[in-house]
């Protein structure tokens, strides 16, 4: 299966091993939860789907690359303690507790989360010394004398041996008390989840047009060569700093990324093009309703894979407005919330001005008490500071009435909507200039399909376009995107 159905089938497992009946007991039993392995290419995704899915439910996750442990560690010290059998007197060696088990009971202490995952990965790839304990561990769920806490789920995950010289093959009792699913590349399924984190688009878009390009692992007489989907992840993250910098991006640097020669000097190459097409056809310009003159006739004379840049550099520039709204809108919303609770019974309040510091003190704490124990996404943590920022600066100063100091309270917040709404007003504009320029250059072509595909899939531009109608939107998603028409487009475009 692909990475998004892995994902899937351990969120269902999760909610399965964690469900509990009227007395309270989890419904399947610590012994009948087998832990899950999963066996998937290198840099496929396996980690990140753990953090995911452990944020979408709400628990705790303790994450382990077994490699870098000994027998010690993962079993615990030996030490000789004292004890009387028959009225006889022996020594008998126990273990101090394992620091795997140790990182749960402490995930346990610091965040409150008594439900959670422990995942251990590269689990095949372990030491001579080491394959025992690990066996052990999916059979029996422990680690020397010590077994991992109840309701906390296991994941490993491993490489099969065709990629690793290090991994070491399962035999049938072991695998006859795991749940094993192997994990396949799958690009559709990765560019879902890189459209949503922002993966940069000269990335996208290159993969667009070469999406055999993505996973690759090829062995030649120089050695292997290979691209995985975690060297474009990070490819993109240095991308996005080297611009801010305004450093130049080589094909040795890419190569550092995806070591396959002959797609980093491929990938360095666009690059380098994506950023021209960029200047050439001013997209800033072009959302803000001024086109150079000459921008039609060179797009009307490019190659498809022109075209097909240009329009993902005008999908990047329209997505960073709609981006910026859903930013505006969060923090809005939370802003709101924290009003009306404010709000509730303030006649009632002796001190209205303390009143509100300290609710904003609980707000920091809930915060970084989330943070702390996983429960919110880095984007989202970044927003909730913004907001507590705006709170702290918007606090009310003075005044002897209820109504006078709510008014003073309510101030910040009327600045953040008037932000909102001129948010809003730019991404409208800017939506209609990309029409305006997308209309002209390719009417209802593949180009277009393209476009309004994204536009209906991303995430940002789904809740905006449900929000703020678009008539030429929703025009072209019902001409474009429904029944034969969109078959025979984009079968179009694959070709």
């Not at 200047?279 to 490019?302: H, N």
Request: charged share 30%; aromatic share 10%.
């Amino acid at each position: 299966m692909n990475i998004k159905q892995a994902k899937q089938e351990i969120l269902h497992t999760v909610a399965a091993y964690l469900a509990k009946d009227e007395l309270g007991e989890y419904k399947i039993p610590s012994v009948r939860q087998r832990p899950i392995l999963l066996i998937g290419l290198p840099g496929i995704g396996k980690t990140q789907i753990m953090e995911q899915i452990a944020l979408e439910c709400q628990i705790g996750l303790v994450a382990y690359t077994i490699t870098h442990h000994t027998r010690q560690s993962a079993v615990g010290l030996p030490f000789i303690k004292e004890k009387n059998f028959d009225g006889k007197s022996y020594s008998v060696t126990e273990y101090t507790m394992s620091e795997i088990i140790s990182s749960v009971y402490q995930k346990i202490e610091d965040t409150g989360c008594k439900e959670g995952i422990l995942f251990i990965d590269e689990i095949n790839c372990v030491s001579e010394t080491l394959a025992p304990t690990m066996l052990q561990f999916l059979q029996c769920k422990t680690f020397g004398n010590q077994s991992v806490p109840k309701g906390w789920i296991i994941v490993a995950a491993g490489n099969p041996p065709e990629y690793n010289k290090s991994v070491r093959e399962f035999d049938m009792v072991t695998l006859d008390r795991v749940r094993c699913i192997e994990v396949e590349a799958n690009y559709r399924v990765w560019k879902e989840y890189a459209r949503e984190n922002h993966v940069h688009s000269a990335l996208l878009g290159y993969l667009e047009l070469k999406q055999k390009n993505f996973y690759r692992v090829e062995a030649d007489v120089d050695g292997m060569q290979y691209v995985t989907a975690r060297g474009w992840e990070d490819l993109s993250s240095l991308l996005k700093s080297y611009e801010e910098l305004n450093f130049p991006v080589s094909r040795e640097i890419v190569y550092e990324y995806l070591h396959h020669r002959d797609v980093a000097e491929d990938v360095a190459a666009y690059i380098d093009l994506y950023r021209k097409y960029q200047d050439d056809y001013g997209i800033e310009e072009l959302l803000q309703g001024r086109i150079k003159p000459d921008i039609f006739a060179r797009i009307y004379a490019a190659a498809f894979d022109e075209r097909l840049s240009v329009v993902n550099l005008l999908l990047d520039g329209i997505l960073s407005y709609m981006q910026k709204v859903y930013r505006e809108k969060y923090i809005t919303d939370a802003y709101f919330a924290f009003l009306k609770s404010y709000r509730t019974g303030i006649e009632q309040i002796e001190n209205p001005l303390e009143d509100y510091e300290k609710r904003v003190k609980m707000l920091e704490e809930k915060y970084a008490g989330d943070e702390k124990a996983g429960f919110v996404s880095k984007t989202n943590a970044i927003w909730n500071r913004c907001l507590l920022q705006l709170l702290k600066e918007g606090k009310p100063v003075g005044g002897s009435m209820a109504k006078e100091v709510f008014e003073q309270a309510k101030a910040g917040f009327d600045k953040q909507r008037e932000v909102l709404e001129q948010t809003e007003k730019l991404t409208k504009e800017a939506l209609e200039y990309a029409f305006d320029f997308m209309e002209q250059a390719f009417e209802n072509g593949e180009e277009m399909v393209v476009f309004v595909t994204e536009l209906t899939v991303n995430k940002e531009a789904a809740a905006f376009l449900a929000e703020h109608t678009c008539e030429r939107y929703q025009m072209y998603n019902q001409q474009l995107l429904i029944g034969s028409r969109k078959r025979e487009l984009l079968s179009e475009l694959n070709h």
